[in-house]
């Protein structure tokens, strides 16, 4: 129980310090918005003030995956990270949109970058933090697993990209006159900031729709249960994941003399090895004899998957 709350800890953090570096960065942005009328920063605003948005939204959602189970939600409450997962992703490609109709009237009637050297200030304190904030999250990352907290890494790696970017167009167009890379770079921000999206949203939606762990992992699981010596085969391995949560289901095929007793031990004993090899894993295990013919079951797989 205490990995859980040490997971539940290192999110929460997580998800304060990114609404902290959001909340500054939209604030120093506008003002070099204002200063420099540049539409790169303007992308770069709208970039953070989408981040501040789902930084709360992520930290909604972490608390709602962190909650235990209850009468009502039996297998927890997991899911609330990948709803706000393709939430995310919706305010994502629409920020997107809203950047390229900026920047295509701006490609129509370009305007100069002023105050170049307040808005570059603006953006490398914007870099520095962005890099700061994604070494924290990953490492809350590796600890956790959340999707919520990788959501918003992946959000702020785009950032540094794009804050390079509008560095980039604010050289160009204040240093060398060159008012139309400012719109461009605006452009390539926007495809990346759809490229971003489309990840989170291909992550949520598979958790969402109960995809099966990747291969390795159910390989993985094989390999554990067929390690067992009394364990004669296995099939109708079934698996998910939610939030912080993995599910595996599977059934056993024992010795049809094995006494109930027995049979229990060794569901217990392939249990606690599954469980020290996947985090967090809840574990339902169905034992049969092995060699009974029985009618396929709805959706069963086949018989050693």
Do not use: C
């Not at 189970?69 to 997107?96: V, Y």
């Amino acid at each position: 129980m205490s990995g859980l709350t040490d997971s539940g800890r290192h999110m929460r953090n997580a998800a304060r310090a990114s609404i902290a570096v959001s909340l500054f960065l939209v604030a120093i942005k506008t003002f070099a918005y204002f200063a420099s009328h540049s539409v790169a920063m303007l992308a770069s605003l709208a970039d953070s003030a989408l981040d501040l948005f789902t930084a709360g939204l992520n930290f909604y959602a972490i608390h709602e995956a962190l909650a235990p189970a209850d009468k009502e939600h039996r297998f927890g409450h997991g899911k609330a990270e990948p709803l706000a997962g393709l939430a995310q992703g919706a305010f994502i490609t629409a920020s997107a949109l809203f950047l390229v109709i900026q920047a295509v009237q701006r490609l129509i009637a370009p305007q100069p970058v002023e105050h170049g050297l307040e808005a570059l200030i603006v953006m490398l304190v914007s870099i520095v933090m962005a890099i700061g904030l994604i070494l924290y999250e990953r490492s809350v990352v590796r600890r956790t697993g959340s999707l919520a907290v990788a959501a918003d890494q992946t959000h702020y790696i785009g950032d540094v990209a794009t804050n390079i970017g509008v560095v980039i167009a604010i050289l160009l167009a204040a240093g060398l006159g060159w008012t139309r890379a400012d719109p461009i770079i605006a452009l390539l921000v926007a495809a990346a900031l759809v490229v971003s999206a489309w990840l989170v949203f291909r992550q949520s939606l598979d958790q969402l729709m109960d995809h099966e762990l990747p291969d390795a992992d159910r390989e993985k699981i094989k390999l554990i249960v067929r390690a067992h010596p009394e364990v004669i085969s296995l099939h109708d391995l079934r698996t998910r994941k939610a939030g912080l949560y993995t599910f595996i289901q599977i059934h056993l095929e024992l010795d049809p003399d094995m006494a109930l007793a027995r049979a229990h031990t060794v569901s217990d004993e392939v249990e606690a090895e599954l469980h020290a090899a996947f985090d967090k894993a809840e574990v339902i295990i169905h034992q049969d004899p092995a060699g009974l013919e029985e009618l396929p079951a709805p959706f069963a797989t086949s018989e050693n998957s």
